[in-house]
């Protein structure tokens, strides 16, 4: 017989600042309790159809949004099966970033990589010079790199990508990874010329893990059509084809379909632009909080100015009491943030103010932390 598995009791909403997944807000966990229906179904139709606008409207565009029964990184590797044709310029200046670089090794294209330190953002004239060869015929890239907190210039990013198709008259993709953006910002997929832009659904979205979801161009599609080895699971053809008819290709996750619906129609009445503005906020609050009352305690802001996403914030300890012991003494109080990642583990730790939280919450945790702090 199996033991029995001690779960932690619910805490008190608010108290969850995890850089994802990102706390879920009561009213969505409670729609997962429905009953299961049939997903091929008219009512699964109803349930991804209502979805449909407010999911365009985050992803700010007039093209479909998929919705897959994966993680993010099922569809970062969809991007690479259905947009790189030989080789791609992969942009690396973190941990996720480097794992975009290395599923498109995985998926046997070849791949060249532009590299800048941790905490620094790409520099959109240098992927312009690295295009000019004509040699890569893709580029992928992380909006807002989760292990260290920068936002790159994706606007500026596209734009150069472009200049460089006209100058050398090659068709080049911008795939783009926005997990910890899209969502938490307005990432203008269609007026920026994103060719592919996906998250997951535990980040800024604020659905418990286990979605995706991606939205593709026009080009990115007729480039998918001449593809061979895009597999099944991630054959944005095959996603293109159901979801006209607001279904997914494979069984979906009837649960989360239903978390999913519930937390458009949350997203819908507050407004894409107006959940926007609040994570700004949240991100300036903790900005300001770090340069101002940080430096006693030896913290600091990773990311560089002008270069700090909206929704997560990586902050370097350079003083007496080391970044994992601040996260477990504020674990011992019941509050929950980010630890370094990867490399940065020891020297950094995280808050994520994504999600459905608010400013005055997040002065909470800011005000816990300074206890802990001394």
Request: glycine share 10%; hydrophobic share 40%.
């Amino acid at each position: 017989m199996t033991e029995n598995v001690h779960l932690p009791a619910p805490a008190e909403f608010g108290r969850f600042f995890l850089p994802g997944p990102t706390e879920v807000h009561p009213d969505v966990l409670a729609a997962m309790t429905r009953p299961v229906i049939g997903h091929r179904g008219s009512e699964m139709s109803a349930l991804l159809g209502a979805c449909d606008p407010v999911l365009r409207a985050i992803f700010r565009t007039s093209r479909p949004v998929y919705v897959a029964s994966s993680s993010a990184t099922g569809l970062m590797e969809g991007a690479i099966r259905n947009g790189v044709r030989t080789r791609a310029l992969s942009l690396v200046n973190g941990a996720f970033s480097a794992r975009f670089r290395d599923l498109v090794d995985d998926c046997g294209r070849d791949v060249e990589m532009y590299d800048v330190e941790f905490g620094r953002a790409h520099d959109p004239e240098e992927v312009y010079t690295r295009l000019r060869d004509g040699k890569c015929d893709a580029v992928t890239v992380v909006h807002s790199e989760t292990s260290t907190g920068v936002l790159n210039p994706l606007s500026d990013i596209a734009e150069a990508v472009r200049r460089a198709e006209a100058e050398t008259g090659e068709e080049i993709l911008l795939l783009v990874d926005g997990v910890t953006s899209v969502g938490g910002m307005l990432v203008e997929a269609e007026a920026w010329g994103l060719d592919f832009l996906l998250t997951g659904s535990q980040k800024a979205v604020a659905l418990p893990p286990g979605l995706a979801f991606g939205t593709a161009s026009e080009r990115m599609m007729a480039r998918a059509a001449t593809l061979r080895g895009r597999g099944q699971y991630f054959d944005l053809i095959e996603f293109d084809a159901y979801a006209k008819k607001h279904q997914t290709p494979t069984t979906p996750a009837v649960s989360l379909i239903y978390a999913l619906a519930e937390q458009c129609a949350r997203i819908g009445a507050e407004g894409v632009e107006a959940r926007a503005r609040r994570h700004w906020d949240m991100a300036e609050r903790t900005w300001q909080w770090v340069q101002e009352r940080g430096p006693r305690w030896g913290l600091s802001l990773f990311a560089a100015e002008g270069y700090r996403s909206p929704t997560v914030t990586t902050i370097a300890v350079d003083g007496a009491m080391p970044a994992t012991r601040i996260s477990g003494e504020m674990t011992a109080r019941g509050w929950t943030l980010g630890t370094g990642y990867g490399t940065l583990k020891d020297t950094t730790f995280r808050i994520g103010h994504m999600g459905d939280h608010t400013v005055d919450e997040l002065n909470l945790l800011l005000a816990a932390l300074e206890e802990v702090l001394g």
